[in-house]
Nanobody, 127 residues
Framework: QVQLVESGGGLVQPGGSLRLSCAAS????????IGWFRQAPGKEREGVSC????????YYADSVKGRFTVSRDSAKNTVYLQMNSLKPEDTAVYYC????????????????????WGQGTQVTVSS
């Protein structure tokens, strides 16, 4: 059974850091692209960062470039999103998703290109 489970969210002050984890089970990450998306109240879900595990190619949304870093640990079958210099506008529920598409296509295109999603983890940036 394919599952993606996010963890690591929480409340952090502006300028702080968090590391999100996306633990996969039921399949190997090595053959897919994994994307991180976020959805704030009243807004559409948007692609934040995606990584093609097969090629290590990555994509970052302009709003997070230089602040967020996506990485993976194949031994743990887990993808991480390191978030630094957090801003209040980063507040959202963060989801990870699996796709056969490349990172640019997944992150910048339709969320329909992902076939499995995690349940999400809340990130709140506030003083």
């Amino acid at each position: 059974q394919v599952q993606l489970v996010e963890s690591g969210g929480g409340l952090v002050q502006p300028g702080g850091s968090l590391r999100l984890s996306c633990a996969a089970s039921g399949f190997s990450l090595d053959y897919y692209t994994i994307g991180w998306f976020r959805q704030a109240p009243g807004k559409e879900r948007e692609g934040v960062s995606c990584i093609d595990i097969r090629t290590s190619k990555t994509y970052y949304a302009d709003s997070v470039k230089g602040r967020f870093t996506v990485s993976r640990d194949s031994a743990k079958n887990t993808v991480y999103l390191q978030m630094n210099s957090l801003k209040p506008e980063d507040t959202a529920v963060y989801y990870c998703a699996r796709s056969d598409f490349g990172p640019n296509t997944l992150c910048a295109g339709s969320t329909l290109r992902a076939d499995y999603w995690g349940q999400g983890t809340q990130v709140t940036v506030s003083s």
